[in-house]
C-alpha cells in the first residue's frame, strides 16, 4: 500500500499521470528542473520539488536527487511515466532500497527485456516467434559475413542496448557489411555504453505491431488487444492505432497469446508493450518488449474503455488484475498522432521557441494530451513532443475524420511544429485504405507538400497584410501621406514567409480592404473577434483565422495551416547573386559538442564546421561559402541560443571578415 505517488517526469505524461493519481485519492508531488519551473506538471500536482538544472543528466536522469525529493515530501511510491528512468533497472532497485514502491516491472524483467540478445534468447525458450539473427560477442566481421550470407540479405544490425533507431543499419549487399558493422557499434557505444550487436533478417515493408499486456503480483496475465506503429519516421512512430486494420481475429489472438507468454516468461508485473515486426503473409516476429506504458497508451484506453494508469497503480498497491482475457472487449476504433515541435520540411529537425498561443482542439471523441501553456517556451534539453491528438469512433473512417478535422483546428503558433504534416498523412489514400507499412513516409509519401517548405498562398499574404497594415503600418503611412481626400492611395507590403518574399499592396476602406497579390486581388472584410482572433469575409466565404503579431511577424492559422509572416517591407535588399553572409548560426537553442576547424582554416561550402546537440540529436552546422573560418566565439560544451553566430566564414576574396547582423 501507498498514500503518495512521485511523479518523476515532465510534460504531458506527468499531467496525464497525476490526474488519475488524484481521483484514486493519492497526494501528488510532481519533479521538475530548472527550465521547467513553470511547466503546467508542476502547477497541477499537490506539491512540487526541483531536482536540478535545465540538463536531463542532472535532473529526470539524476537517480539521487528524485530518491531526495521522494524522502523530503514523503512520497511512498514512484511512478515513472515513459522515458528517462522509466526503464532503469538501477532506478527500480534504488527505489527498493528506500522502501519506495516502483510502479512498474521488477528490475530482473526490466533487466532482461533491456538486452536486445538477452529477450531474444528467453523468448524463443519460450515458444514466441523470433526473427532469425545471429548474436556474437566477436568484433572480427569474418563470421558476421558468414552469419549474414546463412541468414540471407538484407540483414538489419541493432545495438543489442539500444532503441529508438540508434545503433541500426539496413545492409543490403555483403561488400558493405564491415563498415557498417563498425559505424552501428560506434554509435551504439557512443549512445548506450555498450557496443554489443546483433543481426537479424530483414524484413522489408513490414508492419509494427504491439499488444498491450498487464500482469499483476498473483501471477495473472492478460492482453488488450494490438496497436499498429507502422507509420514511422526515423525507426520512430509518428501515427498508432487500435486495433490494426491489418490484423483479423485469429491473428489477434495469436499474437495475444504470445505476448501473454513474453510476461509470463520474465515474471513480468504491471504494463507492458510486446512489439512485434509482421511481414507481407501476416507472420509475425518478436521484436521486444517495453517495460513501461506506452506514448500511444491512449488509443487502447478508447478502444477498451479501461484506464491504464489506474490499472498500473491498483497492481502496485498489490490488487489483483479486475478482469480475465476473456472479459476484455475492443470496441470502436482510436488514432493517435504525436505534435513535435519540428520542422518536417527540414528532415523532421527539432525546433524549439516560444508558444505564443495555444488552443487544443475539442470535439466529439477528441482527446488532447498535452503538457504546454501559452507563454512557455519549447526548449532543446528533452523531447521534442509537445502533445498527442487522439481521435476515437465507432469505426476507422469516423475516427480519422475526427482527427483530420482536429489537427486542422489545433491552433499552436510560435514553434514550428507538425500538425499540417500529421494531417496530410491521415488524409493520404495509402493510410486512408489501411495499407501503410513502415516504408510508407519514404515511399508513397515523400513528394507530399507538407515535407517542403510552406510557402504563403494569396488569402494568408492577403490576411497578414491587413493584421500588419491595421496594427503597425496604418498611422505612419497616413502621416507620410498615403490617403488622399477620395480613396486611399495602395500601401506596397513585402512579406516574407521564411523562403519566398512577396509584395502585396493594400488598400484599406474602412470596412473592405482590397489587396493585391500579383495578378490576384482579394476583397476582404474583417473585425476582431476577441483577442488574437479574426472574422474574415472574402469573396463571399467567411471564416476565422488565429493570429499572434510579435515583432513585425504575424504567426497565423488559417484554414488547417500555420505559418509566420515578416514584414519585409523597410529590410535592406540582397543581390540575387550575392554569397551567403558567412555567418555560421545556430539553428536551434543547444549545446555545442564539437567544433570541427580552427581559426584561419579554409573551408567550402557545406562542410560541417561544427555540432550542435538538441532534442537528443546532433545537428552539424555547415559553411554557406567557401572561405577562412575567422572570429569563433564558442567552445564545446557550450549552451547557445537560436540564430547566435558562432563563428564567420570570411569569403576567399575579401579581408574583412563578416560582422555579426543584428
Excluded at 532497485?93 to 516491472?105: E, K, Y
Excluded at 491552433?411 to 495499407?435: D, Y
Amino acid at each position: 500500500m501507498f498514500n503518495k505517488v512521485l511523479i518523476a517526469n515532465r510534460g504531458e505524461i506527468a499531467v496525464r499521470v497525476n490526474r488519475t493519481a488524484q481521483s484514486l485519492g493519492y497526494r501528488t508531488v510532481a519533479v521538475f528542473s530548472e527550465a521547467d519551473r513553470d511547466a503546467p506538471h508542476v502547477s497541477v500536482a499537490d506539491e512540487a520539488v526541483c531536482i536540478g538544472p535545465a540538463s536531463a543528466s542532472e535532473s529526470y536522469l539524476n537517480v539521487g536527487a528524485i530518491i531526495e525529493a521522494a524522502r523530503k515530501t514523503g512520497a511512498d511510491a514512484v511512478h515513472p511515466g515513459y522515458g528517462f528512468l522509466s526503464e532503469n533497472a538501477g532506478f527500480v532497485s534504488a527505489c527498493a532500497d528506500n522502501g519506495i514502491t516502483f510502479i512498474g516491472p521488477p528490475a530482473h524483467a526490466m533487466e532482461l527485456m533491456g538486452s536486445k540478445r538477452r529477450s531474444k534468447e528467453a523468448m524463443a525458450e519460450a515458444g514466441v516467434p523470433t526473427v532469425p539473427g545471429f548474436q556474437s560477442s566477436e568484433t572480427e566481421s569474418g563470421a558476421w559475413q558468414e552469419a549474414a550470407n546463412e541468414i540471407g540479405y538484407p540483414v538489419m544490425i541493432k545495438a543489442s542496448a539500444g532503441g529508438g533507431g540508434r545503433g541500426m543499419r539496413l545492409v543490403h549487399e555483403p561488400a558493405a557489411l564491415a563498415d557498417e558493422l563498425a559505424r552501428a557499434r560506434s554509435e551504439a557505444e557512443s549512445a548506450f555504453g555498450d557496443g554489443e550487436l546483433i543481426l537479424e533478417k530483414a524484413i522489408v515493408r513490414p508492419r509494427h505491431i504491439e499488444i498491450q499486456v498487464f500482469a499483476d503480483q498473483q501471477g495473472n496475465a492478460i492482453h488488450l488487444g494490438e496497436r499498429d506503429c507502422s507509420v514511422q519516421r526515423r525507426h520512430q512512430k509518428v501515427v498508432e492505432e487500435a486495433p490494426s486494420p491489418f490484423v483479423d481475429e485469429a491473428m489477434r489472438q495469436a499474437m495475444g497469446d504470445a505476448a501473454v507468454k513474453a510476461a509470463q516468461a520474465c515474471g513480468y508485473v504491471g504494463a507492458g508493450t510486446v512489439e512485434f515486426i509482421v511481414d507481407e503473409s501476416g507472420a509475425f516476429y518478436f521484436l521486444e518488449m517495453n517495460t513501461r506504458l506506452q506514448v500511444e497508451h491512449p488509443v487502447t484506453e478508447m478502444v477498451t474503455e479501461l484506464d491504464l494508469v489506474a490499472l498500473q497503480l491498483r497492481i502496485a498497491a498489490g490488487e489483483p488484475l479486475p478482469l480475465v482475457q476473456d472479459e476484455v472487449r475492443i470496441c470502436g476504433h482510436a488514432i493517435e498522432v504525436r505534435l513535435y515541435a519540428e520542422d518536417p520540411a527540414q528532415n523532421y529537425m527539432p525546433q524549439t521557441g516560444p508558444v505564443h498561443c495555444w488552443i487544443p482542439p475539442e470535439g466529439d471523441g477528441i482527446r488532447v494530451d498535452h503538457g504546454i501553456s501559452a507563454g512557455m517556451r519549447v526548449t532543446p534539453h528533452y523531447d521534442p513532443m509537445i502533445a498527442k491528438v487522439v481521435a476515437g469512433g465507432p469505426d476507422r473512417g469516423t475516427a480519422r475524420r475526427r482527427l483530420i478535422r482536429a489537427l486542422e483546428d489545433t491552433v499552436l503558433l510560435g514553434v514550428t511544429h507538425n500538425a499540417w504534416f500529421l494531417s496530410r498523412v491521415l488524409a493520404h489514400e495509402t493510410f486512408a485504405a489501411g495499407e501503410a507499412t513502415t516504408a510508407f513516409l519514404d515511399t508513397e509519401f515523400r513528394d507530399d507538400p507538407s515535407l517542403q517548405p510552406i510557402q504563403a498562398i494569396s488569402m494568408e499574404l492577403a490576411v497578414a497584410a491587413l493584421v500588419l497594415y491595421r496594427n503597425e503600418i496604418r498611422s505612419e503611412y497616413a502621416d507620410r501621406g498615403g490617403w488622399s481626400n477620395s480613396l486611399p492611395s495602395a500601401c506596397p507590403m513585402l512579406l516574407n514567409d521564411g523562403h519566398t518574399a512577396t509584395w502585396v499592396r493594400l488598400r484599406d476602406h474602412g470596412g473592405e480592404a482590397r489587396v493585391q497579390v500579383g495578378d490576384h486581388e482579394l476583397r476582404l472584410t474583417a473585425e476582431d473577434h476577441r483577442n488574437g482572433e479574426l472574422i474574415l469575409s472574402a469573396d463571399g466565404v467567411r471564416q476565422t483565422c488565429q493570429y499572434q503579431l510579435v515583432d513585425q511577424t504575424l504567426y497565423c492559422h488559417l484554414s488547417g495551416r500555420t505559418l509566420a509572416l515578416r514584414d519585409d517591407t523597410h529590410a535592406p535588399a540582397r543581390r540575387a547573386d550575392e554569397q551567403g553572409s558567412g555567418e555560421v548560426r545556430a539553428t536551434m537553442d543547444g549545446a555545442v559538442i564539437e567544433i570541427s576547424v580552427t581559426e584561419g582554416d579554409t573551408v567550402q561550402a557545406g562542410q560541417t564546421l561544427a555540432v550542435l546537440e538538441a532534442m537528443k540529436m546532433e545537428h552539424p552546422l555547415r559553411a554557406d561559402r567557401d572561405g577562412s573560418v575567422s572570429g569563433i566565439r564558442v567552445s564545446a560544451g557550450d549552451q547557445v541560443r537560436n540564430r547566435q553566430v558562432l563563428m564567420t566564414v570570411s569569403a576567399e576574396d575579401s579581408s574583412n571578415p563578416g560582422e555579426e547582423s543584428p
